[in-house]
């Protein structure tokens, strides 16, 4: 089983539509959590970390539920340059532990 | 000026042969982080250092090799590249106070063995 699972997509939407995105992680242990995008074999950048009361930046909201082992994220009203794929991130140890990441495809 | 640079961008090399990639950063930051990322696989540890005295490996360090030549600089070595070892290679750093440090990567290296 591999330590942080993602949906692995590709998810394709149209402008507008709110899409949810959902990872689960192994160790129970894990100290933090984040959110990382990364435009098309570009360098990946953090797009929002994660807390445990829910956090949300404009359109984005992120959930982290420490019982079950999961995080998930909320892209409301998505635009076109939302389009690229997102990584889901743990910290162990201050070593990130990156999902597969799902691909996100926002059409006109 | 990109605060971590990797050298090079590209390189396609021969089965056996000796390759170094270079990372320096100019954030000042302690941690440096090597990855390599295939597709459908996400990003791989392949070592790591807290600081210039401290290595570790990470989840795939067979076949690899690390410098820590001062905290500014990390460079990785593939001491005889193979064909699977064909990936985009990542150096990141962070810094080290508290648990959500972010971790702010390289512009990636595309390798290419043949």
């Known amino acids: 089983r591999k330590e942080v699972e993602q949906d692995p997509g590709p998810f394709n939407v149209p402008e507008g539509a709110t899409v949810a995105f959902n990872c689960t992680y192994s160790?129970?242990?894990?100290?933090?959590f984040f959110w990382y995008r990364q435009d098309c074999r570009k360098e990946p950048k953090l797009l929002m970390s994660?807390?445990?009361s829910g956090n949300e930046d404009g359109r984005f909201t992120a959930q982290l539920n420490r019982a079950s082992q999961y995080i998930s994220l909320l892209i409301r009203d998505s635009k076109l340059s939302d389009s690229a794929t997102y990584l889901c991130v743990v910290n162990q140890g201050g070593k990130l532990i990156f999902g597969q990441g799902t691909e996100l495809s926002v059409k006109p | 000026d990109a605060d971590v640079t990797q050298t090079p961008r590209n390189r396609i090399t021969k089965t056996g042969k000796r390759i170094m990639l270079e990372c320096s950063q100019t954030k000042g930051h302690d941690r440096m982080y090597w990855y390599r990322q295939d597709p459908g696989l996400g990003l791989r540890l392949i070592y790591y250092s807290f600081d210039v005295k401290d290595i570790n490996k990470g989840e795939i360090s067979d076949g690899y090799s690390v410098s820590r030549q001062a905290q500014a600089k990390f460079s990785l070595s593939l001491e005889s590249a193979i064909p699977n070892q064909t990936a985009l290679y990542f150096c990141a750093t962070s810094g080290t106070t508290g648990a959500y440090n972010e971790q702010f990567f390289g512009p990636g290296t595309r390798l290419t063995v043949l």
């Open positions: 994660v807390y445990s």
């Open positions: 160790n129970s242990a894990s100290q933090s």
